[in-house]
């Protein structure tokens, strides 16, 4: 059984520091693992998302909801085999592998994954432009003083995502994908904080670091990427003095604020 719920703005600390993650459980109230999602659902809003399993359902579910409750005890069973001494996550044990038949923890995994996958889905942005959402932003970015075609867009794939005990955004190894180009640019990542309604707040960089195929700029806001790149990686700390609301309480979407090409003066 997957629960989710939205997150309340007047929730106590000890509940926003557990937004955008999975807790997992089996049996009546017993937390095995919280999975962190807040990089897999980058500009959704905050939530709580719940996976009873095994005879975790007695403690939420009606009477008579649960369609089975010998399957129910069945995976209650398999779990408890699955989890270490410590009780906190699901592994391939040995009891697991000498009880159960060959490719049981693969079973499991694909469990798991297509739990995260399901509350990828329900949380993700919706597409629709509302007006002043990701898409309104999208058509604020720039590249050089006149907008590019859409297949010339860089592209920005977000590496891990997290908050750290500072309160800044954290961003490591993020990719751009670019068109190759005969020339030089500069590249201009940009950190969006989304508000509820899909309006962003732009946030500036306390450091900007280029991990692969470029460089960072003097002013620490953008990378210079030498011609012919076709993708550079780089990581980013956002700074907490531009931030419009704590880093725990948001999302934030990462793209290209401006591409500018660097042209190379022909010698005498």
């Known amino acids: 059984m997957l629960l989710l719920t939205p997150a309340d703005d ?3 600390d000890g509940a926003k520091e557990r937004r955008f993650q999975l807790a997992v459980f089996r049996g009546p109230g017993m937390v095995v693992t919280r999975i962190p999602l807040q990089a897999a659902c980058l500009g959704a809003r905050p939530f709580h998302a719940l996976l009873v399993c095994g005879k975790g359902p007695e403690a939420v579910a009606p009477d008579g909801a649960r369609a089975s409750p010998a ?6 069973q398999f779990l408890r085999v699955a989890e270490p001494p410590s009780h906190d996550k699901w ?3 040995p009891d697991l592998k000498a009880m159960y038949a060959v490719g049981c923890k693969k079973k499991l995994e694909e ?11 329900l949380v993700k942005p919706m597409p629709k432009d509302t007006g002043n959402g990701p898409d309104a932003l999208k058509e604020l970015f720039q590249i050089g003083s006149e907008p590019a075609a859409r297949p010339d867009q860089p592209k920005v794939i977000p590496g891990e995502c997290l908050v750290d005990a500072a309160g800044r955004w954290v961003v490591t190894e993020a990719r751009i994908r670019l068109k190759p180009r ?14 509820e309604t899909g309006g ?9 670091e280029a991990v692969k195929d470029c460089q960072a700029t003097a002013d ?39 591409l500018v090409e660097l042209t190379v003066e022909a010698k005498a």
Request: proline residues 8%; hydrophobic residues 45%.
């Open 71 to 76: 399957a129910d005890q069945a995976a209650e």
């Open 182 to 195: 005969k020339s030089a640019r500069k590249v201009f990542p940009a950190v969006f904080f989304l508000a």
């Open 200 to 208: 962003g707040s732009p946030v500036r960089w306390l450091t900007l």
């Open 111 to 121: 469990f798991l994954k297509a739990a995260k996958g399901k509350v990828q889905e």
């Open 220 to 258: 620490g806001q953008g990378l210079e990427v030498p011609a012919g790149v076709r993708e550079v990686r780089f990581r980013g700390v956002t700074d907490p003095a531009t931030h419009p609301i704590p880093a725990a309480d948001s999302c934030v979407l990462i793209d290209i604020k401006k």
């Open 10 to 12: 007047d929730e106590p």
């Open 91 to 93: 592994m391939a044990t």
